[in-house]
């Protein structure tokens, strides 16, 4: 069975779930749902494999324009996306028949919607025309627009839908005049004809600015990203897993295609991996900051997804500088290692949100500061969201080190590319990746700290529960392949080799495997090499003599009470909460963040007698408060104006139009 059946399969499986969720009510409804997004996510998942093994394969349907049918084509590039939506939709399907039964009875916007948001997202993946791409496009859009709002009633969640609505017409807009400036140049919506055209540099950058504004702004790059921290934490958690862990990758993708594919390596300008360099390390360090000051466990998770697609583009930028400055081999490895982060951030942010869900299934909230002491009450839950912590830190064995560890390679062998900007810029964004990591590390063990350690901060964190044995499967499937890839890159890694061939001309496999299974060699072993079996053992190792060293045989452990200055009676507010834990880098940072602090002190006895103290932190984003409500502010100016303009009479229309016909003439004649 070819590549082109098994993707097809897979949305006739999507389809069916949007079918069923309209023919059926109650447990069947979900079932059913469940059921065939697990089936379409296997499908993918296979199709995704055959295609990165086996040759490309192409499909034309007599759908669409009168004269130009849907044209489908599954290469390297759109084998792994196929691959990223199977490897994510699967545990998420699962997941789905437990998280699901808190939903039984009102779900039916969220059965037909859901499915109709895979296929678009595989449709896009597939596309090989204008047309084709742009539909299916807007159909992932307006599908996730309805599941953002699905709990409508609130809103908090119909503000979200409103900004993501619009955010997302907008990167439709800009990505089809980049398609437009290509149209003008092949004569033709067929990516095949675009490939062919002759483009001038000049079209060729604009094409590209188009695409960089476009795809950026729905990857949630900075500074484009305002939507992301409202949309992500309204969704139901199933959503949300699947809007991170694959819709932001599917705007990558389309960057990828149209930037690397239809434009091609060969026009890339210098610039134009200054730019993404740029956008990658400011989106990575942005992310980060304003992840560690979130006390909503959803919207720190949505901040966290910022930071991830900022080390993609980092990856991404030194591809592109790389290719324009002839090192083939160095640009292989940024672009790998692009790719390489995207899968593993699509397994482990789904986690975190599955993990989240669990959490909000169990405590009611996403308030981290009413959370705590859930490890002993959610144990299972617990474990799997601190593997998933562990990989998003970039810590070795798991996958997020191998990715950002590539990085650094492709940054480290960067040779001088000419100039002083380009100097400095890019041992200053692997400066920026690093930070990104440190503090991503520290926002994890605030995150684990504050939730499931300690003691419970309220009543419902105190009566939580372990959550059913769908979702705990559910979350154990991207778990076990966050140390998979983490501990076997080398056999992970030949897969994406298709990719730099296709689009870049050169290969990576040789290198890879110079060394055997055992190590990751990327470009020279005399460089650098990695092996996860031998840093897990080596760990395991340590780990071990540590405690026989420190626990002899025989010992006892020796315990006593909790220090509580002086106080006698414990209680849980004297933990550490979210805030409070983030206030060091909230002073170091305080400049970018500018925080607002307010401190109100309750002395009714006497000036030096305190009764009660309040403390509110409240850290806005300046992106959004500077950028994007001033330009919304001037939106709403000029409507308020062409309505005045309407409401003046038939006088007003024929004085407008007589001074067009002027100008017309002025310009023209």
Not at 622 to 651: C, F, S, Y
Request: net charge neutral.
């Amino acid at each position: 069975m070819n590549a082109m059946t098994l993707a097809a399969g897979s949305g006739i499986a999507a389809l069916a779930a949007a079918a069923g969720a309209g023919l059926l009510r109650g447990h069947l409804q979900r079932s059913a749902l469940c059921l065939f997004l697990g089936i379409s996510g296997l499908l993918s998942a296979s199709a995704g494999l055959v295609g990165l093994l086996t040759s490309t394969a192409s499909l034309i349907l007599p759908l669409g324009l009168p004269w130009l049918p849907m044209h489908f084509r599954i290469d390297g590039l759109a084998a792994f996306f196929l691959l990223v939506i199977g490897a994510l939709l699967v545990p998420v399907a699962i997941y789905s028949q437990g998280y699901l039964k808190g939903y039984q009875g009102r779900m039916d916007a969220l059965a037909v919607f859901l499915p109709l948001f895979v296929i678009g997202m595989q449709g896009v993946v597939l596309a090989n025309d204008a047309f084709a791409f742009m539909l299916f496009w807007e159909l992932m859009s307006i599908s996730s627009y309805f599941l953002v709002t699905f709990e409508h009633e609130n809103l908090e969640n119909r503000k979200a839908g409103f900004i993501y609505l619009l955010m997302a017409h907008l990167a439709g807009l800009l990505i089809l005049g980049a398609f437009a400036v290509l149209y003008a140049s092949g004569g033709s919506f067929e990516f095949s004809a675009m490939r062919a055209a002759d483009i001038s540099s000049f079209w060729a950058s604009v094409a590209f600015l188009l695409a960089a504004f476009g795809f950026g702004t729905k990857a949630g790059a900075v500074p484009m990203h305002g939507w992301l921290p409202d949309a992500h934490p309204v969704a139901p958690s199933n959503v949300s897993a699947l809007m991170s862990g694959i819709m932001l990758k599917v705007a990558i993708f389309g960057f990828v295609r149209v930037t690397w594919d239809l434009i091609g390596s060969g026009d890339f300008q210098w610039w134009w991996g200054a730019v993404v360099l740029a956008a990658g390390a400011s989106s990575a360090v942005f992310g980060v900051l304003f992840a560690l000051q979130q006390h909503d466990l959803k919207r720190l998770l949505a901040y966290h997804s910022i930071e991830n697609i900022g080390i993609i583009l980092i990856g991404l930028g030194l591809s592109m500088l790389l290719a324009h400055f002839g090192h083939p081999m160095l640009a292989a490895l940024g672009l790998i290692a692009g790719l390489y982060h995207t899968i593993n951030h699509a397994l482990f942010k789904g986690l975190l949100f599955m993990g989240a869900g669990a959490v909000l299934h169990a405590a009611g909230t996403r308030d981290m500061e009413s959370m705590g002491g859930l490890v002993h009450r959610m144990p299972a839950t617990a474990l799997f969201f601190l593997i998933a912590s562990i990989s998003i830190s970039a810590l070795p064995p798991f996958n997020g080190f191998v990715s950002e560890w590539l990085t650094f390679q492709t940054a480290l062998m960067s040779p001088q590319l000419g100039g002083a900007l380009l100097t400095a810029i890019v041992p200053f964004s692997a400066a920026m990746l690093a930070l990104a990591g440190a503090l991503a590390a520290a926002c994890f063990v605030k995150v684990f700290g504050i939730v499931f350690l300690g003691h419970a901060r309220s009543e419902a964190a105190a009566s939580a529960h372990e959550v059913d044995a769908w979702m705990k499967v559910g979350m154990a499937i991207p778990a076990f392949f966050c140390l998979l890839l983490g501990l076997l890159p080398v056999l992970f890694v030949p897969l994406l080799d298709v990719i730099p061939r296709n689009l870049l001309d050169v290969s990576l496999a040789a290198h890879v495997h110079e060394h055997g299974w055992l190590w990751l060699s990327p470009v020279d072993v005399s460089h650098a090499s990695y092996s996860a079996p031998v840093a897990l053992a080596g760990m395991l190792t340590i780990g071990g003599l540590a405690f026989w060293w420190l626990h002899p045989k025989g010992s006892t452990v020796r315990r006593g009470s909790i220090w509580s200055c002086g106080n006698p009676h414990l209680n849980a507010r004297m933990q550490y909460t979210a805030t409070s834990f983030s206030q060091p880098l909230r002073r170091i940072f305080g400049g970018i963040l500018q925080p607002d602090e307010h401190a109100h002190i309750e002395r009714p006895a006497h000036k030096l007698l305190s009764q009660k103290v309040r403390h509110a932190v409240h850290v806005a984003d300046p992106v959004v408060n500077r950028l994007h409500r001033p330009l919304a502010d001037a939106v709403l100016t000029l409507a308020h104006a062409v309505q005045k303009e309407h409401q003046r009479g038939i006088h007003a229309y024929l004085a407008w139009t007589f001074a067009t016909v002027l100008v017309l003439l002025a310009v023209f004649t």
